[in-house]
């Protein structure tokens, strides 16, 4: 089971891009973030027709969720596992084949201190509350988590250290969520440094590798154990009008 996460950064925009790297790879489970698209928008049908089932939760311009499987998905839930009414799309969760698989868009929390990065960090316990929740299932959380959980993550730690998605808070925030049982299945495979996921538009980041790895696949023990091979699929951050993200992979054997 190949499964893939995705910041498409607009799928609109980037739908054939999608449709041809889904036919190019064919990974089993796709994880998609920034559809940001209303669910009347989402091309639910084009996909079926593709040989994927999908559920999404999205919202006009901004944010917004969705997952993708060659297998039909059952207890689709659109947010977080409390009673707290978010009007930001940024999650949605879904069984695959005895796996419940959550696509997440952390919030970005613009500046430290500021009430979007309060925000942030309280999201942050909710999803960390309801994964907790999840204990007694296979459990996959892939994402944009809008974190660069170490300074190896960094291409230029000293630059970024204490700056939003490197600040103690944060990576604190996620290391917690780390905690309730998740392993980071890129880092299973690859100690290295200078792998990233995103790279800024401006100033030729991508084409100097100045970005951060704020994407992941986070897997439960018993699911980690069997994850065979993870990456960065980095083509796809190439050729015309990408997304400024790459996205994420990890292999699990049966």
Known sequence: ???VSWNINSLRKRQDRLFAWLEARRPDIVCLQETKCTDDQFPALALQAAGYYAAYHGEKSYNGVAILSKIKLCDV????CDEVVDQQARVIAGTVDRVRVFSIYAPNGQAVGSPAYEYKLHWYRRLRDCIAKEK???VVVCGDFNVAP???DVYDADLWRGAIMCSDQERAAFEGLCQTGLWDTLRMHHKEGELFSWWDYQMRAFERNRGLRIDAILATEKLAKRCSASGIDFEMRK????SDH???WAEFTD
């Open 1 to 3: 089971m190949k499964i």
């Open 77 to 80: 839930r659109p947010s977080l």
């Open 136 to 138: 007694s299932s296979d």
């Open 150 to 152: 170490e300074d190896i």
């Open 239 to 242: 050729g015309k009008e990408p």
């Open 246 to 248: 790459a996205p994420v």
